[in-house]
């Protein structure tokens, strides 16, 4: 990848649905509410960039955001412009966070990037195409994340509450949230906080796979859903395409689990044994401020969204 410099400072957002990170230049990094990516994102990243350089005195600042939910960049790039010109922002580079997300893991080297925490996304990128998988959100994807792991849990709860499943540990973490197992369903949609709580019981499957069976089955399946995004990835970028090894990263905090790191590792291989995997390396606030260094004829330079004030 070749990379040319801009001498304004530069503001990089790191806007994911765990939370949101903001760092101009390499100063100190600020944490803001994760994003919502069921309300419009412009305005949400407006108050993260005005709270970012209140006070800084800065001007003709370049904002360079990685933000999960986003489907169109240039529209998401061109509403948030609209809105922050009158804090000294000349510049607005906006992409999906699955490609900060790469560019922090790999930068200029071709491979697969997954990304899993609440929700996941994988990015591919080859020679000379690119391929996001997943990243579809709670409601028709995002198979293997935090969210994914939780909302087995409970599955597997009220499976066992029924006679439909074995029973499980989990049931008795599930009964210090929700004492009225028959009621949960309700208390559940009405949950404005659902996806976050319901991703929340991740946390205990992962304490318990160690002794319980349903929870350690659990993550097996959480790693091999995310072996199976990346293989995909690979596969329609051409990778691995004859070489003797292909790039891929594994990061979040669904990696954090050992038992999900070794499924997907061993799931991946079975699929693409080229695949050299270094799990939880990744600096997506770099990602996002390498954003306006990218070449214009790159693979990725399609993805992002540019306003120039």
Not at 66 to 74: D, F, K, L, R, Y
Not at 159 to 167: L, T, V
Not at 183 to 204: D, P
């Amino acid at each position: 990848m070749t990379t040319t410099f801009s001498p304004s400072p530069v503001l990089a957002i790191d806007a994911g649905q765990s939370g949101i990170r903001s760092q101009i230049d390499s100063g100190e990094v600020r944490s803001f509410a994760a994003i919502r990516t069921d309300l419009p994102l412009a305005p949400q990243l407006a108050s993260v960039v005005e709270q970012s350089l209140r006070d800084s005195g800065l001007a003709g600042v370049t904002v360079s955001g990685g933000v999960s939910g986003v489907t169109h960049a240039q529209t998401v790039a061109d509403e948030l412009a609209l809105l922050v010109g009158q804090f000294g922002v000349a510049r607005v580079f906006i992409a999906h966070d699955s490609i900060s997300a790469f560019l922090g893991a790999l930068g200029s080297e071709l491979g697969a990037v997954v990304a899993a925490g609440t929700g996941v996304v994988t990015l591919a990128v080859g020679a000379e195409r690119l391929a996001q998988v997943d990243g579809w959100g709670y409601l028709v994807g995002d198979a293997g994340s935090g969210y994914w792991i939780g909302r087995a849990a409970l599955d597997s709860v009220m499976r066992a509450f029924d006679g439909r499943g074995p029973e499980t540990a989990l049931t008795e973490v599930v009964l210090a949230h929700h004492p009225d197992l028959p009621s949960m369903y309700v208390s559940l949609q009405t949950n404005e906080g659902k996806v976050r709580h319901i991703a929340s019981f991740a946390r205990s499957v992962g304490d318990l796979a160690e002794t319980d069976a349903v929870a350690a089955g659990i993550l097996a399946a959480a790693g091999s859903e995310l072996a199976v995004s990346v293989a995909a990835g690979l596969a329609r970028v051409g990778l691995p395409g004859g070489r003797e090894v292909v790039q891929v990263r594994a990061i979040g905090n669904v990696f954090s689990s050992p038992h999900v790191a070794a499924a997907f590792r061993r799931s991946l291989l079975e699929r693409v044994p080229e695949a050299r995997v270094a799990v939880g390396e990744s600096h997506p606030l770099d990602g996002a401020a390498m954003l306006p260094h990218l070449e214009r004829d790159h693979a990725l330079i399609a993805s992002i969204g540019v306003v120039t004030l």
